[in-house]
T-cell receptor, first 113, second 109 residues
Framework: EAGVVQSPRYKIIEKKQPVAFWCNPI?????LYWYLQNLGQGPELLIR????????DSQLPKDRFSAERLKGVDSTLKIQPAELGDSAVYLC???????????FGPGTRLTVL | GQNIDQPTEMTATEGAIVQINCTYQ??????LFWYQQHAGEAPTFLSY????GLEEKGRFSSFLSRSKGYSYLLLKELQMKDSASYLC??????????FGGGTRVLVKP
């Protein structure tokens, strides 16, 4: 069974540029999560989807971050414009539902110059 | 809200035992998870405790005391491949998962 797929794995951009990350969850998983992980720290939840509905986006900086999961499967996280402080690893995870174990993708390492 | 504390780094010798402690404060409790994360890789699930006591899974065991707000992960017969970060994560009200900062374990020959 394929795991959570994320692309790109690495991205280097200049500040003020836009960037987008893509996530394909495990087949059949209804719940999808985006986390941000800074170096040496644990992941922090940005947004959680139940199917196509964003049910917890309280930690998402909405002035520059946006996310979508149009058909309740793949998801995209966008930053526009990127700032130096956005340099981090962006992890996507999925679970059967909100009660079950979360499976993580390999993450996208973003460097903003 | 939640507050989770775990040591930043631990060093142990191959073949030895290491215990990683995690203390927490929370307004709601729906379980405590341990994840392993190798450098540059995704966190992978190790264990889940929702009731007090010890859960054993091969070389790894996890313990929970809800009254003390305390958990530990025990790694036995350490191998070089166990060098990684170990993340304590709390599932609170609303089933939201909050992670600690992680404990980096270095296994030396």
């Amino acid at each position: 069974e394929a795991g959570v797929v994320q692309s790109p794995r690495y991205k280097i951009i200049e500040k003020k540029q836009p960037v987008a990350f893509w996530c394909n969850p495990i087949s059949g998983h209804n719940t999808l999560y985006w986390y941000l992980q800074n170096l040496g720290q644990g992941p922090e939840l940005l947004i959680r989807y139940e199917n196509e509905e964003a049910v917890d986006d309280s930690q998402l900086p909405k002035d520059r971050f946006s996310a979508e999961r149009l058909k309740g499967v793949d998801s995209t996280l966008k930053i526009q414009p990127a700032e130096l402080g956005d340099s981090a690893v962006y992890l996507c995870a999925s679970s059967l539902d909100r009660l079950n174990e979360q499976f993580f993708g390999p993450g996208t390492r973003l460097t903003v110059l | 809200g939640q507050n989770i504390d775990q040591p930043t780094e631990m060093t142990a010798t191959e073949g030895a035992i290491v215990q990683i402690n995690c203390t927490y404060q929370t307004s709601g409790f729906n379980g405590l998870f341990w994840y392993q994360q190798h450098a540059g890789e995704a966190p992978t699930f190790l264990s889940y405790n929702v009731l007090d006591g010890l859960e054993e899974k091969g070389r790894f065991s996890s313990f929970l005391s809800r009254s003390k707000g305390y958990s530990y992960l025990l790694l036995k017969e350490l191998q070089m491949k166990d060098s990684a970060s170990y993340l304590c994560a709390l599932k609170a009200a609303g089933n939201k998962l909050t992670f600690g900062g992680g404990t980096r374990v270095l296994v030396k020959p």
